[in-house]
Nanobody, 124 residues
Framework: DVQLQASGGGLVQAGGSLRLSCAAS????????IGWFRQAPGKEREAVSC????????YYTDSMRGRFTISKNKGDNTVSLQMNKLEPEDTAVYYC?????????????????WGRGTQVTVSS
């Protein structure tokens, strides 16, 4: 049974940093690609970043590139999202999800497995 759980959210001032963690059970991150998504109030869910199983390639939405870093932590089977230079526009519920195979994919519907999200609030 594939399960994911995001954690590490909180309240931070603009310009600050947070590190989110995605924990898995029922599989290891060596098997599947993992994506991070977010959903702000009144907005659609959007992709943030993804890390592929196949070659460890990473992908970022343009507005997050250079500020966010996704990485796998093999020792404890987690995937982290380091978020720096946070802006009020980054306020959202952040989710981790997996495609169930090794490849990152563009569509949110390509990710059948989702964890419960974690709230990130950035104050101005």
């Amino acid at each position: 049974d594939v399960q994911l759980q995001a954690s590490g959210g909180g309240l931070v001032q603009a310009g600050g940093s947070l590190r989110l963690s995605c924990a898995a059970s029922g599989f290891t991150f060596d098997d599947y690609a993992i994506g991070w998504f977010r959903q702000a109030p009144g907005k659609e869910r959007e992709a943030v970043s993804c890390i592929s199983r196949i070659d460890g390639a990473t992908y970022y939405t343009d507005s997050m590139r250079g500020r966010f870093t996704i990485s796998k932590n093999k020792g404890d089977n987690t995937v982290s999202l380091q978020m720096n230079k946070l802006e009020p526009e980054d306020t959202a519920v952040y989710y981790c999800a997996t495609t169930g195979d090794g490849w990152c994919k563009l569509g949110i519907s390509d990710y059948p497995y989702w964890g419960r999200g974690t709230q990130v609030t950035v104050s101005s």
